[in-house]
């Protein structure tokens, strides 16, 4: 400043500050040298505090309202410094004015993916992204931690820090929610919730308040969303003979509707819509008559019984029935003995399960003794 902005400077006793931006967290009033007339008259507007620095510490907090800056107002001041000059003399301070409204649509999102641990999937990489809402909590703490002497504080000065505390603690806080990766889209309120209440601390700390996070979109990288495509695709496989079975009479109708001939024509083309409809049900089902229809794919092997036996109160197993056997020519599995089995309603003896009695009577009757 010059020598006439000091000489103005001198009659200026109004503090005030009006906004005109969208993103001004703290602005320090502007004097020349820094000094503030004493008795000047402060205006703090509605969703304004200010803060009174004097000689680098901290005097006063003032809320919105009308103040006149003397010793009535100024408690603290006055047990920091005197007043040798006089009261009409001017003093060395600063007035911070903070604005006190919510600063709303903040970005963020991950650059790398985030890796987790899904119950279903394993391991898996996520990306996300959506916006939050802060604003000032305790002017003082955001004038210690982030300020410091700033002219003009604004909020991208401060969000590519909590952007990083947002992704750090987002991993965090979406592992222990437990929700799986399918079901996040429907869940993205209460994630929204359950994050914005881990997070709210780790800004408090810097006299912040987080009003509200939004998770607005959760992606997996393109190559587990193409798996997840043919997996969706898979699941229409059960109905895709129905849809075939409709195309067909979809093309059946189309070609009997074909206006390009007479009733030759329209017979010739009902011909080749049932002939389509035929060929591609007879495909569907491998039930053709065709003489060169054959399976798509083999029919399922035949699965062995498995037999359970109780062993002194004990139960062994599950044996196969070539092991049943075994154990009958070993002594070990006698007639009496208990059997299980899928399909028994209970534990029965091994004389009286089919399968099991057969290989009884296989077995040549004892020797008998010689007298």
Known sequence: MGFWDKVFGEFVDVIEWTDETSDTLVYRFERYGNEI?????LTVRESQMAVLVNEGQIADVYEPGLYKLDTNNMPILTTIQSWPHGFNSPFKAEVYFFNMRQFTNLKWGTKNPVMLRDKEFGPVRLRAFGTYVISIEDPATVLKEIVGTDGRFTTDEITAQLRNH???????????SGIPILDLAANYDDLSSFVTNRIAPEFSAYGLRLKKLLVENISLPAEVEQALDKRTSMGMIGNLRDYATFQAAEAMKAAAENPAGGGAAAGMGMGMGFGMAKQMVDTMSNTGSHPQAAPMTPPPVPQETLFYVA????????FRKSEIRAKIEEGDVGRDTLIWRSGLSEWTAADKVDEINEIFAQQPPPIPQQG
């Open 37 to 41: 007339k004493y008795g000047a008259m």
């Open 166 to 176: 947002i992704v750090s603690w987002f991993a965090t806080a979406l592992g222990e």
């Open 311 to 318: 062993d002194e109160g004990h139960q062994t197993g599950p």
